[in-house]
């Protein structure tokens, strides 16, 4: 069975329903059986490659709200991200454009590293100190060889804007066409899809569902799910 699951990097909720899913995936009987595959959704194509913003600046920008509940939400954000266990920075993170990110996750998957890079990627723009927009390619570089790419096909992949550029495209014209209006949003087998970062109950339910049963796309939405999408993510308040 196949999940495909489409997210981008800029996407805090995208990075907590990625542990949702696996913890969910991680009981699965079948677990061993599915192929898990990361597609591409930019929360913000038209975002100019040098244009990068502090994440509070971006969220009070978008949503019309102060500092203080800008930083709130960040706050809350955090502590659901911990209670997933993963780290969250709350303050200092800035935020960009992540187009050649999703060129360099096709150029992993064809070699079979594409879940090792995301994660990594995912570990760079939300727990750690360094900036993963500001430093240039070098470090984009650094992540990529931490994930077990080599660091001159990476360079090569990074100067030329044509590779992977149309999968990267068509990865979005299929979100469109399967209804995906943010992201994470989970495809199963092409028969169930999930929206939102939802709990791990719900991942469960629906990898059940898949592999038992053949079936039109049915989207399975408990309502109310945290998600990304073209007008930014959603912010928690309590």
């Known amino acids: 069975m196949r999940v495909e699951i489409w997210s981008d990097i800029a996407c805090p909720w995208c990075y907590v329903g990625k542990a949702r899913f696996e913890k969910a ?30 994440v509070l600046a971006m969220l009070g920008k978008k949503y019309g709200m102060s500092e203080a509940q800008a930083q709130a939400g960040e706050d809350n954000l955090g502590a659901q991200a911990a209670a997933e266990g993963l780290e969250y920075r709350t303050r200092g993170r800035d935020t960009g454009n992540t187009f050649d990110l999703h060129r360099l996750l096709h150029f992993a998957k064809e070699r079979g590293r594409q879940d090792e890079l995301i994660q990594i990627l995912y570990r760079a ?12 390619a070098e470090r984009v570089v650094e992540l990529a060889v931490e994930a077990g790419l080599e660091a001159a096909a ?10 992977h550029a149309d999968e990267v495209r068509a990865d ?12 994470p949003f989970f495809v199963l087998d092409r028969k169930y899809g999930v929206s939102g970062a939802q709990p791990a109950e719900v991942f469960t339910q629906a990898l059940g569902q898949a592999w038992g049963e053949r079936s039109p796309l049915k989207l399975i939405d408990e309502g109310g799910a945290e998600a990304c999408g073209p007008d930014g993510c959603a912010v928690p308040q309590h």
């Open 25 to 54: 995936l991680a009981a699965f009987p079948h677990r061993d059986d599915v192929e898990v595959v990361h597609r591409s959704f930019e929360l913000d194509p038209g975002r100019a490659k040098d244009d990068v913003q502090p």
């Open 125 to 136: 723009n939300f727990a750690e100190e360094r900036s993963l927009f500001t430093e240039g």
């Open 154 to 163: 990476v360079r090569e992949v990074l100067a030329d804007p044509s590779r």
């Open 172 to 183: 979005e014209r299929e979100a469109a066409e399967l209804g995906a209006t943010g992201v």
